[in-house]
């Protein structure tokens, strides 16, 4: 039994050091996501309605999110789904061709 425990933690302390670094990777994951979701934002598609205040465009609810996932961590530039109409815009559709605003953001992160 006293085996197994060393075993154990000896694991535990190689666990812990995958996890700081971890740790790590996902704070610069989130800076780069937050970055492009930044970036996105002003070419994004805005209302003309007046009267409109901070948190009523479209272009405020794009966020960007660090999930995990096996093996490590995802970044996602997106927005909510009461905002499903920006996918519209930036892929186009049959009355109005693309406008895209999150794709060209993204392209100005890559290195």
Do not use: C
């Amino acid at each position: 039994m006293a085996k197994a425990r060393v075993v154990k933690l000896v694991y535990f302390d190689k666990t812990q050091d995958l996890i700081a670094r971890g740790s790590e990777l996902r704070s610069t994951l989130q800076r780069l996501v937050d970055d492009i979701a930044d970036d996105a934002r002003p070419d994004a598609p805005r209302s003309n309605q007046a009267g409109h205040a901070r948190g009523q465009h479209a272009a405020d609810l794009i966020q960007g999110q660090v999930i995990a996932v096996a093996g490590g961590w995802r970044g996602r530039v997106g927005w909510p789904r009461q905002a499903y109409y920006l996918y519209m815009h930036e892929k186009g559709w049959k009355f109005r061709s693309a406008r895209p605003f999150l794709r060209p953001a993204a392209e100005r992160r890559r290195t």
